[in-house]
């Protein structure tokens, strides 16, 4: 499969609890981008990466949240202390450097439940 | 701030008959705009896209019209299957093409 693959797809926690999402973009992808969608809405952006570097945050980025690409490959997001309000599907999407609509592919989402 | 947001939240339609969605934007600075269809379960999918520059640009029976005079965007789709159904999001593409911004979506009930 050459697609955007997420892990875990559904990830259910208690409040206070960290948890920590990995997203693998398609292999020759060098932009790599972070989305959350809550029920209803459209995703909303919260970071991206071109190769390791992390190139912008959100303000929806709390300090509780960390992304990583340390290889310029897979990325991870933490969510420390999780809070109700961080239950959503997150995106991860990976594009080429000039990457447009038709050449931006998303993956499945990882859903997360904090009880 | 940037906004892009849809008028229906929902749309029924009978198989076989046009579906059509609207979308409206707020910077008039954007000159990319995507449409994506979203699956129960799974990431948002790449429909089609139109550049500032073109009012109408056609798919494989979809189309979408861009009216910048009234910031307006349609998704057009012919012969509506079952298969259609989902949630449409029209999307700007932000300068330098690194970030997307959705709307907030259109459910598509395409009834048999």
């Known amino acids: 499969d050459t697609g955007v693959s997420q892990d875990p797809r559904h990830k259910i926690t208690k409040r206070g609890q960290n948890v920590t999402f990995r997203c693998d973009p398609i292999?020759?992808?060098?932009?790599l981008y972070w989305y959350r969608q809550t029920l209803g809405q459209g995703p909303e952006f919260l970071t991206y990466?071109?190769?390791?570097?992390?190139?912008?945050k959100s303000r929806l980025l709390s300090d509780r949240f960390s992304a990583e690409r340390p290889k310029g490959s897979f990325s991870t997001l933490e969510i420390q202390r999780t809070e109700q309000g961080d239950s959503a599907m997150y995106l991860c999407?990976?594009?080429?450097?000039?990457?447009?609509?038709?050449?931006?592919?998303f993956g499945p989402g990882t859903r997360l439940l904090v009880l | 701030g940037e906004s892009v947001g849809l008028h229906l939240p929902t749309l029924s339609v009978q198989e076989g008959d046009n579906s059509i969605i609207n979308c409206a934007y707020s910077n008039s600075a954007s000159d990319y705009f995507i449409w994506y269809k979203q699956e129960s379960g799974k990431g948002p999918q790449f429909i089609i896209d139109i550049r500032s520059n073109m009012d109408k640009r056609q798919g494989q029976r979809v189309t979408v019209l861009l009216n910048k005079t009234v910031k307006h965007l349609s998704l057009q789709i012919a012969a509506t299957q079952p298969g259609d159904s989902a949630v449409y999001f029209c999307a700007e593409n932000g300068a330098g093409g690194f970030k997307t911004i959705f709307g907030a979506g259109t459910r598509l009930f395409v009834k048999a």
């Open positions: 292999s020759e992808h060098n932009r």
């Open positions: 999407a990976s594009s080429l450097v000039a990457g447009h609509g038709n050449n931006f592919y």
């Open positions: 990466f071109q190769n390791e570097a992390q190139l912008e």
